[in-house]
């Protein structure tokens, strides 16, 4: 496959993410809806979550299990400091940034924007290990490998843009320009992900990413969960919740029925 093809695919798979975020600007939805909504976007991201752990701690584990077969120490010793390294700055990270920036706009949680941004930015580190994903595989001739991966990655975009989002609905409706800027935090990875992948195939360096999202993502749900604790309607916090997961598993399919 063509760097240039390999681009274009890594632009496909990060710009669906724009589907999901037009709902941002519907007006007056019902407490119900709202509450549905973010249960939803709670649902994707805990799937997230156990969907990039997962991918970060195959590889360790290889690693980990070459010391048997005389494999590299150093290696799995890095790996395993990257994983929980990352893990740790991803969820401390952000939960030192409301507090730096406390004089914004109070608890994060009550301050839609922020929070959207703080999805984003997960979505964002998990995107960029989907674009080492697909640039390698390209690089390596694995042509139907690269396509199906791309397909499958789209699809988790466009359930995740509605994710970042969903704490805006029934807020003042953001701007097209906010829009944008969400959608290049979240999506614009995937495809720099896709250059990187394609000139260095790393291992660690996917880990590193991987595991920055993963800890950043706990972060927001927790922010979420808390949204949702105070809502009046339980029973439609579990529905959201158990559709979100729906959701991202349905999506993940795709990838894993291409060995991806």
Same mark, same amino acid.
């Given at each position: 496959?063509?760097?240039?093809?390999?681009?274009?695919?890594?632009?496909?798979?990060?710009?669906?993410?724009?589907?999901?975020?037009?709902?941002?600007?519907?007006?007056?939805?019902?407490?119900?809806?709202?509450?549905?909504?973010?249960?939803?976007?709670?649902?994707?991201?805990?799937?997230?979550?156990?969907? &990039?752990?997962?991918?970060? !701690?195959?590889?360790?584990? %290889?690693?980990? =299990?070459?010391?048997?077969?005389?494999?590299?120490? #150093?290696?799995?010793? $890095?790996? &395993?400091?990257?994983?929980? /390294?990352?893990?740790?700055?991803?969820?401390?990270?952000?939960?030192? !940034?409301?507090?730096?920036?406390?004089?914004?706009?109070?608890?994060?949680? =009550?301050?839609?924007?922020? $929070?959207?941004?703080?999805?984003? @930015?997960?979505?964002?580190?998990?995107?960029?290990? %989907?674009?080492?994903?697909?640039? #390698?595989?390209?690089?390596? /001739?694995?042509?139907?490998?690269?396509?199906?991966? *791309?397909?499958?990655?789209?699809?988790?975009?466009?359930? %995740?843009?509605?994710?970042?989002?969903?704490?805006?609905?029934?807020?003042?409706?953001?701007?097209?320009? !906010?829009?944008?800027?969400?959608?290049?935090?979240?999506?614009?990875?995937? @495809?720099?992900?896709?250059?990187?992948?394609?000139?260095?195939?790393?291992?660690?360096?996917?880990?590193?990413?991987?595991?920055?999202? /993963?800890?950043?993502?706990?972060? *927001?749900?927790?922010?979420?969960?808390?949204?949702?604790?105070?809502? %009046?309607?339980?029973?439609?916090?579990?529905?959201?919740?158990?559709?979100?997961?729906?959701?991202?598993? *349905?999506?993940?399919?795709? &990838?894993?029925?291409?060995?991806?």
């Amino acid at each position: 496959m063509t760097f240039t093809r390999t681009v274009l695919l890594g632009f496909i798979a990060g710009a669906t993410i724009i589907l999901g975020l037009p709902i941002a600007r519907w007006q007056r939805p019902s407490d119900r809806v709202r509450t549905l909504l973010t249960a939803l976007a709670t649902g994707v991201l805990v799937f997230l979550v156990i969907d &990039v752990f997962s991918a970060a !701690y195959q590889p360790v584990q %290889e690693a980990v =299990r070459a010391l048997h077969h005389h494999g590299s120490a #150093s290696r799995a010793g $890095l790996d &395993v400091a990257v994983l929980l /390294g990352g893990a740790a700055v991803g969820l401390l990270g952000l939960a030192l !940034y409301p507090r730096r920036s406390s004089g914004a706009g109070g608890p994060l949680a =009550r301050d839609p924007r922020r $929070l959207s941004l703080m999805i984003a @930015t997960g979505i964002g580190l998990h995107n960029m290990g %989907e674009g080492l994903a697909i640039g #390698s595989s390209a690089r390596s /001739g694995l042509l139907g490998l690269s396509t199906v991966l *791309v397909i499958g990655f789209a699809l988790h975009n466009a359930t %995740e843009g509605f994710g970042i989002v969903s704490p805006l609905v029934g807020a003042a409706p953001p701007s097209w320009r !906010y829009l944008a800027l969400t959608a290049l935090i979240g999506g614009g990875p995937t @495809t720099l992900g896709t250059l990187v992948g394609w000139a260095w195939s790393s291992p660690t360096l996917s880990i590193a990413f991987l595991s920055l999202a /993963g800890g950043s993502i706990i972060f *927001v749900i927790a922010q979420l969960l808390g949204v949702t604790a105070r809502s %009046e309607h339980q029973t439609t916090v579990m529905v959201g919740i158990a559709l979100g997961l729906v959701a991202g598993f *349905v999506t993940d399919l795709v &990838v894993g029925f291409a060995g991806g």
